[in-house]
């Protein structure tokens, strides 16, 4: 047996929907603004000196930019976790016939740019400390853990 009345449920009803349409208070309103991703046509970067750097025999290839954040996980540098699920995708995506090449390169900016530094400067610089990279057991260490393949 429902408890109330029709005219309860009913009221009830009207008044949530009158209130869909209302007017929300202007200190309510959000000033978050979502990304922005811009997709570059050829003419708008250095097409020719991208080719000379990415290699010529894979007919495909992508290009990832990194974004500020580091990590999405202890160990695990986001724009790398980009390209391993993009890499992951397109041998999914042609899994039938020929085996196809993909060529991948990372333009890193901001912080990420530490990733394309070796060991020596790591620890010169106290990279991990300063940033406060745990590699993939949660610690801190003295080496760039995503230059070669750590502890899982």
């Given at each position: 047996m429902i408890r109330g009345s029709f005219f309860t449920?009913?009221?009830t009803l009207f008044g949530a929907l009158a209130t869909l349409g209302a007017e929300r208070p202007a200190a309510a309103a959000t000033t978050w603004t979502p990304p922005y991703f811009p997709i570059l046509m050829r003419g708008e970067y250095d097409y020719d000196a991208m080719m000379r750097a990415l290699p010529t025999d894979p007919p495909h290839k992508q290009v990832f930019l990194s974004n500020p954040s580091m990590l999405t996980a202890p160990g695990v540098a986001g724009i790398f976790q980009k390209m391993t699920l993009a890499m992951t995708a397109y041998e999914f995506a042609l899994e039938r016939g020929n085996r196809l090449t993909l060529a991948m390169a990372a333009v890193l900016i901001a912080e990420p740019?530490?990733?394309?530094?070796?060991?020596?400067?790591?620890?010169?610089?106290?990279i991990a400390a300063t940033f406060?990279?745990?590699?993939?057991t949660g610690r801190i260490g003295a080496r760039n853990f995503t230059r070669i393949p750590g502890p899982i």
């Open positions: 449920f009913v009221s740019v530490v990733f394309a530094l070796n060991d020596a400067m790591w620890q010169k610089y106290r406060s990279l745990q590699d993939r």
